[in-house]
């Protein structure tokens, strides 16, 4: 019988305009999207390989555009690991992003829920609004949840937070595989360096131990 | 001297705003069609506004016809509108805030401080008492201050950009809903207006590139999804979608996914349920490429393609039917952004001008409403999987239409890429119509003097939100711009501002406004720079008119061809004194005007007659048009008073939720000084259940229903045990179709269990009020009694109801 391949559903959030979808698509097609075309909703399938296992990764490419938080509840349900995505041209972008978390910690009764911080655009390095301090900050007051600076456009750091955000699932399902009753109740483990911002050099795998 | 032929082609526009200060605010959507008017003519218009629009508040005379009291119904309940959408915004803000800390709740995680501050936020679902300022000084600065900010919409433009996302929502209850709260009236409106356009054109200004224009949530997003969520964007969501979302909900099963992997799985399941194994040559999982080349697959999503491109276009065809039915303000924000657009962006194609308006008009309004039709109040339910996701992918299709696909993102989506060749024209089209309607800002110069003129402006504002307001200027004063001097004399006087209040400490003021910098207008014709003999015929219109509207319709002064002297001569020799007043002020107008030559009693004052006669057709055919609106509106202010209601039990719920935590917690430490109070029980029948809508579904023959009771009683605060009856047979006896036995039913942590014995029904089931609410929270409506189902939002709102210990929290 065929291994039965691991399935991770991912859900994209952020706030309109930050570059969720160009992300996505970098990510899944290799493709860089010109157009203005707000997303309401889309999804996507990608087989990866992560550290020599196949994972099925269902991506869920959502809308940043407030009037439709409504159906946030939803995705967060479905939802096992989370690309919190905002414009370092932006402040208000990643301010936005602390009610994210709120939410999906309180839909997931969990104290912590993979995670990967984004700070999208960094080829946009004259219009920088957001010092890369700042989301270290809010990494750091989150329990060092990881933090990537990304440029969809030039498709640096691309793989790397979703290869990030993969290891962090597949960390918690080994955890809760030992009989604890969820990746909620087991603190991500000690001696993780806060995670460094250089560009597009930066995505090293950080834990790549996997049961 | 106005030229006869001038005059009648102006009357008739003018004529269509004679209707006063309430003209309805969409029916100005024709004013694009008039083509320009001359800047003198709106003023004539203006003139007529002003003189109808005093004469409503002209105690001297009570016009009591039929048109009267049809436009009295409309005003009430415009105002009734206007009052219960703040009521809902602030509900919605105290659920909003409570939804997110009631899970914590359930998860007992709440500190007692906390549990304070959530408290709190029940208090105000009172009514406000009324109360006043410390003194009279106060009123009087405070009513400056906010005549100055409602009458210079820049002021708060200028804050809603300063101020942080989480000042902003209670800055925009305070615009919205207070400082320009008259929805309907068409001056706070065009005051609105005017700020959106400013607040709007800085965005513009400070977005680099068009592709991340109106992306980003803003002051000016929250605006707008505050602005739709308004009376007139409700009636108009409600024409265009209402009927055809409910339709497609109705077909709970109708699936039309078309997404091909997901074809694929649920096909892989349906193989796998019938036949218990997988076919060799279907694996469980494929690439999407895999999937879209399966023949099987794609003789599924063949036809659902048709169907999702008639649905689209049926949805399609009605928006765009409806064009006049768009309201006005919505329609004048497009035309901003195109304007704005064409402004920054010379070189922009339409088809770049068009995707944003889009990105406004479909993107913010009407797709948010599609996709989550509950939220918008359009659905009294979360729609099932199947029709969630037609929504959803109807709104995409829509979205699409409007701006430029990049199938790039989802292949399959390029499908339905028919839907939008065929139809790019069309929409873009529709969103240029949509921009054609007229500005407001000669009429706006106008309203402002015939507010000064009217002299009894009031503003009905909370303590806390003209505190608030005063503490967010104070805040940002020295980076509001230019232009601030008077405001600045007032922020000087007023000194600091006062704290919040505790909401019990909040008061209703009715805060009258005026300047001190502008006095009323006296003189309206050198105000206006129009000429005297306008003003006299306007006047004089005016007058015969409200006489005409007075007199007894037997009376022999109103016959046809009207004879304006022995109207006017009729009206002065009556004993009531307005009548007497009206009548001898018409003559003394009617010789003023022909001694200015404008008319001569030669032809009997005909041009004059003639526009008195028109303007009557148009009040007759006016009265038609206002019955019409108040029934549309009726349907706007039933629906916002259910969500109303529905607000409440929420909060309602929270409020029995919270109280018993509380009352758990208190038990903790005196255990056995608490009461135990035990309350009902009350008994329902069956009828009365499902007449309610608390059981949704029951398996109980029909026959056998009529012997089906429930009782429900509550031991203690939060739990409450239900129980069900059948009249007429002994407990030990098993009920005909009705076996009981040791049965237990899985509801979640619900458990029910039937104990024969005495006195004690069929089926009992223990009830805590936390697990109704998880249920609840996790959109979980169902609660199975074997026998019935109930609903659990309707059960709530019935435990709401007969056991709500309000007094003693």
């Known amino acids: 019988m065929q291994h039965r391949r691991r399935e991770y559903n991912i859900v994209i959030l952020g706030a309109g305009g930050v570059g969720k979808s160009c992300l996505t698509a970098q990510f899944v097609h290799n493709e860089w999207i010109e157009s203005y075309d707000p997303t309401i909703e889309d999804s996507y399938r990608k087989v990866i390989d992560v550290d020599g296992r196949s994972c099925i990764l269902e991506i869920l490419d959502t809308a940043g555009t407030e009037q439709f938080t409504a159906m946030r509840e939803i995705y967060m349900k479905t939802g096992q690991g989370f690309l919190l995505v905002y414009s370092i041209t932006s402040l208000n972008t990643l301010t936005e992003l602390s009610d994210l978390r709120d939410q999906i910690?309180?839909?997931?009764?969990?104290?912590?829920?993979?995670?990967?911080?984004?700070?999208?655009?960094?080829?946009?390095?004259?219009?920088?609004?957001?010092?890369?301090?700042?989301?270290?900050?809010?990494?750091?007051?989150?329990?060092?949840?990881?933090?990537?600076?990304?440029?969809?456009?030039?498709?640096?750091?691309?793989?790397?937070?979703?290869?990030?955000?993969?290891?962090?699932?597949?960390?918690?399902?080994?955890?809760?595989?030992?009989?604890?009753?969820?990746?909620?109740?087991?603190?991500?483990?000690?001696?993780?360096?806060?995670?460094?911002?250089?560009?597009?050099?930066?995505?090293?795998?950080?834990?790549?131990?996997?049961? | 001297m106005l030229a006869p032929s001038a005059r009648n082609s102006t009357s008739s526009t003018s004529s269509s705003f004679?209707?006063?200060?309430?003209?309805?605010?969409?029916?100005?959507?024709?004013?694009?069609?008039?083509g320009p008017r001359s800047v003198r003519a709106s003023k004539r218009y203006s003139v007529t506004a002003l003189y109808l629009s005093m004469s409503a508040h002209d105690k001297d005379i009570e016009i009591e016809d039929e048109l009267a009291k049809v436009q009295k119904t409309l005003r009430d309940l415009k105002a009734k509108i206007s009052s219960q959408s703040k009521k809902n915004f602030v509900l919605e803000k105290d659920v909003r805030y409570l939804d997110s800390r009631i899970a914590l709740l359930i998860q007992n995680r709440m500190a007692l401080e906390e549990q304070n501050e959530v408290a709190s936020h029940f208090d105000e679902s009172s009514e406000l008492q009324e109360g006043t300022f410390p003194n009279d000084q106060k009123t009087q600065q405070y009513g400056n201050l906010f005549f100055l900010l409602q009458s210079e919409p820049r002021h708060i433009a200028s804050l809603c950009r300063l101020v942080s996302m989480s000042e902003i929502d209670s800055l925009l209850q305070t615009v919205m809903f207070t400082i320009y709260g008259n929805q309907y009236e068409s001056r706070e409106e065009h005051l609105l207006l005017t700020m959106f356009q400013s607040v709007l054109s800085a965005q513009f200004d400070t977005t680099p590139e068009y592709s991340s224009l109106l992306r980003a949530n803003t002051p000016v997003s929250r605006m707008m999804t505050t602005y739709t969520r308004r009376g007139p964007g409700q009636s108009y969501l409600k024409v265009v979608l209402a009927k055809q979302i409910n339709n497609l909900i109705e077909l709970k099963e109708l699936n039309l996914e078309i997404n091909p992997l997901k074809v694929y799985e649920r096909m892989v399941k349906n193989v796998e349920e019938d036949t218990g194994t997988l076919p060799a040559n279907m694996p469980r999982s494929v690439s999407a490429e895999e999937a879209a080349a399966n023949p099987q697959v794609q003789a599924i999503i063949e036809p659902r393609l048709t169907m999702l491109m008639e649905l689209a276009n049926t949805f399609l065809a009605t928006i765009i039917d409806n064009i006049n039915e768009t309201p006005y303000g919505i329609r004048w924000i497009c035309k901003q952004i195109r304007s704005l657009t064409?402004?920054?962006?010379?070189?922009?194609?339409?088809?770049?001008?068009?995707?944003?308006?889009?990105?406004?008009?479909?993107?913010?309004?009407?797709?948010?409403?599609?996709?989550?039709?509950?939220?918008?109040?359009?659905?009294?339910?979360?729609?099932?999987?199947?029709?969630?996701?037609?929504?959803?992918?109807?709104?995409?299709?829509?979205?699409?239409?409007?701006?430029?696909?990049?199938?790039?993102?989802?292949?399959?989506?390029?499908?339905?890429?028919?839907?939008?060749?065929?139809?790019?024209?069309?929409?873009?089209?529709?969103?240029?119509d949509l921009c054609e309607v007229g500005d407001f800002y000669e009429s706006l110069e106008m309203d402002n003097y015939v507010a000064l003129s009217k002299k009894d402006l009031e503003l009905n504002i909370t303590l806390n939100e003209v505190y608030a307001t005063h503490s967010l200027l104070e805040k940002h004063y020295k980076e509001l711009g230019r232009d601030t001097e008077h405001l600045s004399i007032i922020l000087e006087e007023l000194g600091s501002a006062p704290p919040q209040l505790p909401r019990k400490e909040n008061r209703a003021i009715n805060l009258p406004l005026f300047s001190r910098w502008e006095s009323a207008i006296d003189d309206i014709s050198a105000a206006l720079d129009i000429t005297q003999e306008d003003v006299y015929f306007m006047e004089a219109k005016s007058i015969f008119v409200q006489l005409l509207r007075t007199l007894p319709p037997m009376s022999p002064a109103v016959r046809r061809p009207l004879n304006l002297r022995k109207i006017a001569d009729t009206a002065a020799t009556m004993k009531d004194m307005g009548m007497f007043r009206k009548g001898m002020r018409g003559?003394?107008?009617?010789?003023?005007?022909?001694?200015?030559?404008?008319?001569?009693?030669?032809?009997?004052?005909?041009?004059?007659?003639?526009?008195?006669?028109?303007?009557?057709?148009?009040?007759?055919?006016?009265?038609?048009?206002?019955?019409?609106?108040?029934?549309?509106?009726?349907?706007?202010?039933?629906?916002?008073?259910?969500?109303?209601?529905?607000?409440?039990?929420?909060?309602?719920?929270?409020?029995?939720?919270?109280?018993?935590?509380?009352?758990?917690?208190?038990?903790?430490?005196?255990?056995?000084?608490?009461?135990?109070?035990?309350?009902?029980?009350?008994?329902?029948?069956?009828?009365?259940?499902?007449?309610?809508?608390?059981?949704?579904?029951?398996?109980?023959?029909?026959?056998?229903?009529?012997?089906?009771?429930?009782?429900?009683?509550?031991?203690?605060?939060?739990?409450?045990?239900?129980?069900?009856?059948?009249?007429?047979?002994?407990?030990?006896?098993?009920?005909?179709?009705?076996?009981?036995?040791?049965?237990?039913?899985?509801?979640?942590?619900?458990?029910?269990?039937?104990?024969?014995?005495?006195?004690?029904?069929?089926?009992?089931?223990?009830?805590?009020?936390?697990?109704?609410?998880?249920?609840?929270?996790?959109?979980?409506?169902?609660?199975?009694?074997?026998?019935?189902?109930?609903?659990?939002?309707?059960?709530?709102?019935?435990?709401?109801?007969?056991?709500?210990?309000?007094?003693?929290?």
């Open chain 2, 587 to 809: 003559l003394e107008l009617l010789n003023q005007l022909k001694d200015l030559g404008v008319i001569t009693d030669l032809d009997n004052y005909q041009i004059l007659q003639e526009e008195v006669e028109q303007e009557l057709v148009h009040l007759g055919s006016l009265k038609e048009k206002v019955m019409e609106e108040s029934k549309k509106l009726d349907e706007v202010y039933k629906t916002i008073r259910d969500h109303n209601a529905y607000l409440v039990s929420q909060l309602e719920t929270y409020k029995s939720y919270l109280h018993n935590v509380r009352s758990q917690s208190e038990g903790k430490q005196r255990s056995k000084q608490q009461k135990q109070h035990v309350l009902g029980p009350y008994k329902f029948t069956h009828q009365q259940l499902e007449k309610e809508g608390v059981i949704q579904k029951s398996n109980v023959p029909d026959n056998r229903r009529a012997n089906i009771f429930f009782t429900i009683t509550s031991p203690s605060p939060g739990t409450f045990v239900i129980s069900l009856h059948y009249k007429g047979l002994h407990p030990q006896d098993p009920g005909p179709d009705i076996t009981p036995g040791c049965l237990t039913i899985k509801v979640h942590k619900l458990t029910v269990v039937t104990l024969p014995g005495r006195n004690r029904g069929l089926l009992e089931l223990d009830l805590k009020l936390d697990d109704l609410l998880e249920m609840q929270q996790n959109n979980h409506d169902e609660l199975d009694l074997e026998y019935v189902q109930f609903n659990v939002p309707k059960v709530l709102a019935l435990l709401n109801k007969r056991f709500a210990r309000k007094k003693n929290w």
């Open chain 2, 18 to 34: 004679a209707t006063s200060s309430f003209t309805p605010v969409t029916r100005q959507n024709t004013i694009g069609s008039d």
């Open chain 2, 342 to 432: 064409r402004r920054k962006y010379p070189d922009a194609k339409d088809q770049v001008v068009c995707t944003l308006i889009g990105g406004f008009f479909f993107l913010r309004f009407l797709n948010p409403a599609i996709v989550t039709p509950r939220s918008y109040m359009l659905i009294d339910n979360v729609p099932s999987e199947h029709p969630r996701r037609t929504l959803t992918l109807i709104a995409k299709m829509l979205q699409n239409l409007a701006n430029k696909p990049s199938y790039s993102k989802e292949p399959y989506m390029a499908k339905l890429s028919p839907f939008v060749s065929n139809n790019k024209v069309r929409i873009n089209k529709f969103l240029n």
């Open chain 1, 105 to 211: 910690l309180r839909i997931k009764e969990a104290e912590s829920v993979p995670i990967v911080i984004v700070g999208n655009k960094s080829d946009l390095e004259e219009d920088r609004a957001v010092h890369s301090n700042r989301a270290i900050h809010l990494s750091e007051k989150w329990g060092r949840v990881p933090f990537y600076e990304t440029s969809a456009r030039k498709r640096q750091n691309v793989d790397e937070v979703f290869l990030d955000l993969c290891r962090q699932m597949m960390r918690a399902d080994a955890n809760s595989g030992w009989g604890s009753d969820g990746y909620g109740k087991e603190k991500p483990p000690g001696g993780k360096k806060p995670p460094k911002t250089s560009g597009g050099r930066q995505g090293r795998s950080r834990f790549c131990v996997i049961l």
